[in-house]
């Protein structure tokens, strides 16, 4: 059996150097804390999202810098901002939503970026191996509890350095009563 750690997923934004410039007027990222993914950081920087008169304030951004930005939405600030979007893997983001940025010296309008990241278990390949999961992409996961039950498509994502964690956004960690650290089962769905 197969048990893995939670990691609660808030909002947040992945930027590259050059939209974090226009945002922010310099390109150093400010270490707040680590996070449970190898090179991964939360940065004392936030923004605020924007659609019309919608906003969101206060969105961390995370390094360190990418090649695309991206922002990361639960489906309930997609109702607060009056967008929709799709549930996508990290970095796929041709032909999602756009949203604006603001930051404390500029603003910038993105075309595409805004997603509602897949629920995903971050592994190395070892792991595969280890768990008997060659080959598979999507794994179910049961959680107990007063507010248990089944959560079907969570993705595997393997990588050369990872640490083994779940991540979920807050809707789906609020709707199953989980928060980080908290361990679930991870199993494959047989076909009958």
Not at 95 to 121: C, F, Q, S, W
Not at 161 to 169: N, V, Y
């Amino acid at each position: 059996m197969m048990k893995v750690s939670i990691g609660v997923s808030a909002r947040h934004v992945h930027l590259t150097r050059e939209t974090y410039v226009k945002l922010f007027g310099d390109d150093y990222l400010e270490k707040l804390r680590d996070l449970d993914q190898p090179g991964q950081f939360a940065t004392m920087s936030v923004l605020t999202l924007q659609n019309d008169d919608y906003e969101i304030p206060n969105v961390r951004i995370l390094g360190p810098f990418r090649d695309y930005n991206q922002v990361e939405v639960s489906r309930t600030d997609c109702h607060q901002l009056h967008l929709t979007t799709e549930v996508r893997t990290s970095g796929d983001i041709k032909g999602t939503t756009g949203i604006t940025l603001v930051g404390p010296v500029g603003k910038v309008k993105l075309k595409e970026g805004l997603i509602l990241a897949n629920r995903h278990i971050h592994m190395l390949p070892s792991d595969v191996e280890k768990y008997g999961l060659q080959g598979v992409k999507t794994v179910c996961v049961k959680v107990d509890g007063e507010k248990g039950g089944i959560m079907k498509n969570v993705y595997l994502k393997v990588l050369d350095e990872a640490a083994l964690r779940l991540h979920l956004d807050t809707d789906d960690a609020n709707a199953f009563d989980l928060k980080d650290d908290d361990e679930v089962e991870v199993f494959i769905e047989r076909e009958n």
